[in-house]
């Protein structure tokens, strides 16, 4: 028989116990996770990170990944964007009543394995029960804590006139398969989320350089949103470069449809890199090793002018302003 | 004040036409049109083919072109 | 790469020009290709009122909103429409406060939409001109088929050839819609041009509207009124006849008023007597609404290209893409909305 959440789940009383140490204790088993009220842990030497996301997503399942995945993949990235080595994390569920449980074990371990991937270890957890139609499915908040390799300095603030720009993959696939996913338009195309643990990806450029001015990771918002924000936080210009900004065909297609752009569908799995350009191009060889990465292209510059701006040089060889970021996205006629 | 999207025709039934742009897919009218069979590029507009493309920008602005210098 | 066509507008050295792109989606590429940026001093690309966003009346909104929150009616429609203001809110407002809203793809959709909800009223926002309202009349078509009855449009279709009459000498050529051209083919063009109205049909990638802008140039220097196709590869030289009976079997002209122009007779489209039943002004008994637009909004000069968009008191101050006053600032089409995203000036 098909087993559900309830709000008995959520009572702190024996099903509690049942579904933590059923569920959850199976899956993030490791020597820090304990019944205790806090997680004990050894001592990181040098300088920390930390960081908290909350994940909610319609629908909870998509091509490439699940909330679960998602909510291990937003917080170890944003620490890696810090040049942080993910090591500790701790996650708080809030789950609708009627959940299937095991839809939630399928959210647990792809929340373990991408973890494993990523080299963290989650320490501590809680979980509560929400009235049917209170929540979603499911939401999920990831804590997470990272040490900063050492000569790592990075900072949004940090980019320069003359530093190159790359993005690590093609962009905005994660928001045309969740907008596939919602089954709103009647459109079908084969296209799975990007959302990947990008730790890996980080360290490999740091042990090519240091030099590295600024890592952000483009998720809500997408890759568009992430130039503004550089653009304004160092306060310096930006010019890209419309032809070699990958972008899936498919993805491509479906925005074609819907005319929305590519540039401002979010990313689980892609990071925005500021670095001088001198170092561009052994970075970009070592991306294109990497699993996460094989699309990597330079996509850009700093410029000193045109602070706050990113601008645009089209296929024709003029130059135009991209449009900033703004608004729900609406499918368009015109 | 009309967004086209230029699409292949992958199959027909009934007066409606799965189309593929660059890998996306979707169901559409071609009601309007009676000259389309599969293989055809269409524009698509609101999930109707509107017309038939009979060539690509490229060809057609350099046939444009050849004609205006003659 | 082909730079002919670059190579004749850059070296036009004649009398000033002033070309109107009629369409939103010409004044959208041309400001997303830069085209602007590379014209000579003595080629102004003018914007015109060829977006239906833009030139939709306040009153409209207010009516959908009418019907959503008075008469407990599922709206449908394009994105597009979301974010216009009406008189004291937009739809996006009126979801908050409870109105059911659907955006779909296709009127195609909305129809279907009402067949597989029996239990639901549902209205399709049908606006769009010659291109756009084919759709709408199919999916009435197929409702009527279907024997549906709880499907109907609020319309506020618009046709662009007495519009063009209207527009007469506010540019010396025009950029004809493709699109539009698409369906109503280039018969009506010529009658144009001899009326001594000029103008060329383009396409949407840079190098058609760059060819198309070179044909112009090299037009208006031989001094004869012209209608040219530089959009052969989607414009047949009869449009869509299929198209235009389907229009024609399910809507009749009636006048039409163009936020910031006016009322032009024969400018729009409404359902004939056979298709009433899904007429939704009919249907609800909606009371007539003129709207109050903002009166600092000068969309309606910006419309009629008679000023550029910052020279309005309230563009990029208070009217931003985010919280937009007009219409114009509102659909990515609108002349404001692209001005405000692409200018780098």
């Given at each position: 028989m098909e087993e559900f959440i309830t709000l008995a789940h959520g009572s702190g009383g024996r099903k509690t116990s049942e579904l933590i140490g059923n569920l959850f204790k199976k899956y993030f088993a490791n020597d820090y996770l304990t019944a205790d009220d806090a997680a004990v842990l050894p001592g990181l030497s040098g300088r920390i990170a930390m960081t908290t996301d909350g994940f909610i997503v319609s629908p909870c399942e998509f091509p490439g990944g699940n909330i679960g995945k998602l909510s291990i993949c937003g917080t170890v990235n944003d620490l890696a964007c810090m040049g942080a080595k993910p090591t500790y994390l701790t996650c708080s569920f809030v789950i609708e009543e009627g959940f299937p449980v095991a839809k939630l074990e399928e959210i647990a371990a792809a929340m373990a394995k991408t973890a494993k991937e990523a080299g963290v270890s989650i320490v501590a957890g809680d979980t509560k029960v929400a009235g049917r139609g209170q929540v979603d499915g499911v939401f999920i908040t990831t804590t997470g804590v990272g040490l900063i390799e050492e000569g790592a300095d990075l900072s949004g603030a940090y980019a320069k006139p003359g530093d190159a720009i790359l993005v690590t993959g093609d962009v905005g696939r994660h928001g045309t398969t969740i907008l596939l996913a919602r089954d709103e338009y009647g459109i079908e195309a084969d296209v799975t989320s990007d959302c990947a643990p990008l730790w890996g990806t980080v360290k490999s450029m740091l042990d090519e350089t240091k030099d590295i001015h600024v890592l952000r990771d483009a998720t809500r918002g997408g890759v568009g949103t992430v130039l503004y924000e550089i653009a304004e936080e160092s306060g310096v210009g930006i010019t890209i470069n419309e032809a070699v900004i990958p972008v899936d065909p498919a993805v491509a297609g479906v925005c074609g449809m819907l005319g929305l752009e590519p540039l401002y569908l979010a990313c689980e799995g892609r990071l925005v890199v500021f670095a001088p350009k001198e170092k561009a191009e052994a970075l970009l060889t070592v991306l294109r090793q990497g699993k996460y990465s094989e699309s990597a292209a330079i996509i850009g510059e700093v410029t000193d002018d045109h602070k706050g701006r990113v601008v645009v040089r089209t296929p024709i060889g003029s130059e135009t302003l991209l449009p900033p970021p703004g608004g729900e996205l609406l499918p368009r006629i015109c | 004040m009309c967004v086209g999207l230029p699409a292949k025709i992958v199959s027909m039934k009934n007066g409606t036409a799965v189309v593929d742009a660059t890998g996306a897919r979707r169901e559409i009218s071609t009601e309007l049109l009676d000259n389309v069979e599969p293989g055809d590029f269409v524009m698509v507009h609101a999930g109707i083919a509107i017309a038939k493309i009979t060539a690509d920008d490229q060809e057609e602005t350099k046939s444009l072109m050849d004609a205006l210098e003659a | 790469m082909d730079t002919r066509a670059l190579d004749i507008i850059r070296g036009y050295n004649g009398r000033p020009i002033r070309v109107m792109e009629v369409c939103g989606t010409h004044t959208h590429a041309i400001f997303k290709f830069g085209?602007?940026?590379?014209?000579?001093?003595?080629?102004?690309?003018?914007?015109?009122?060829?977006?239906?966003?833009?030139?939709?009346?306040?009153?409209?909104?207010?009516?959908?909103?009418?019907?959503?929150?008075?008469?407990?009616?599922?709206?449908?429609?394009?994105?597009?429409?979301?974010?216009?203001?009406?008189?004291?809110?937009?739809?996006?407002?009126?979801?908050?406060?409870?109105?059911?809203?659907?955006?779909?793809?296709?009127?195609?959709?909305?129809?279907?939409?009402?067949?597989?909800?029996?239990?639901?009223?549902?209205?399709?926002?049908?606006?769009?001109?010659?291109?756009?309202?084919?759709?709408?009349?199919?999916?009435?078509?197929?409702?009527?088929?279907?024997?549906?009855?709880?499907?109907?449009?609020?319309?506020?279709?618009?046709?662009?050839?007495?519009?063009?009459?209207?527009?007469?000498?506010?540019?010396?050529?025009?950029?004809?819609?493709?699109?539009?051209?698409?369906?109503?083919?280039?018969?009506?063009?010529?009658?144009?041009?001899?009326?001594?109205?000029?103008?060329?049909?383009?396409?949407?990638?840079?190098?058609?509207?760059?060819?198309?802008?070179?044909?112009?140039?090299?037009?208006?220097?031989k001094g004869e009124p012209f209608a040219e196709n530089a959009y052969p590869r989607v414009v047949a030289d009869d449009g869509a006849p299929i198209a235009r009976k389907l229009i024609a079997e399910t809507m009749q002209p009636c006048e039409a008023t163009w936020r910031g122009i006016g009322t032009i007779p024969g400018s729009g489209l409404e359902l004939n007597s056979e298709y009433e039943a899904f007429d939704a002004r009919k249907v609800y008994d909606v009371p007539e609404m003129h709207g109050h637009p903002n009166k600092a909004c000068r969309c309606g000069d910006v419309l009629m290209g008679r000023i550029k968009p910052h020279e309005c008191p309230v563009f990029g101050k208070v009217c931003t893409p985010e919280h937009p006053i007009g219409a114009c600032m509102v659909s990515s089409e609108g002349t404001c909305s692209a001005y405000y995203k692409y200018d780098l000036g």
């Open positions: - | - | 085209i602007r940026n590379i014209l000579p001093d003595n080629i102004k690309l003018i914007s015109g009122p060829g977006c239906p966003v833009c030139v939709t009346e306040t009153g409209f909104i207010d009516e959908a909103i009418y019907l959503a929150m008075e008469k407990g009616v599922t709206i449908t429609t394009f994105g597009d429409l979301v974010r216009v203001p009406g008189t004291e809110m937009n739809l996006a407002g009126a979801r908050a406060k409870g109105a059911k809203l659907k955006i779909v793809y296709t009127p195609l959709d909305a129809a279907l939409y009402a067949k597989d909800h029996p239990d639901e009223k549902v209205v399709f926002l049908s606006v769009g001109f010659e291109t756009t309202v084919p759709a709408a009349c199919l999916a009435v078509k197929k409702a009527k088929e279907w024997g549906v009855s709880n499907f109907s449009l609020l319309t506020a279709n618009k046709t662009m050839d007495e519009a063009y009459r209207v527009l007469k000498g506010s540019a010396d050529a025009f950029l004809y819609p493709g699109h539009v051209s698409a369906i109503s083919g280039m018969g009506i063009l010529r009658e144009l041009r001899d009326e001594g109205i000029s103008g060329v049909v383009c396409g949407f990638t840079a190098d058609e509207i760059l060819t198309a802008l070179a044909i112009i140039v090299k037009k208006i220097e």
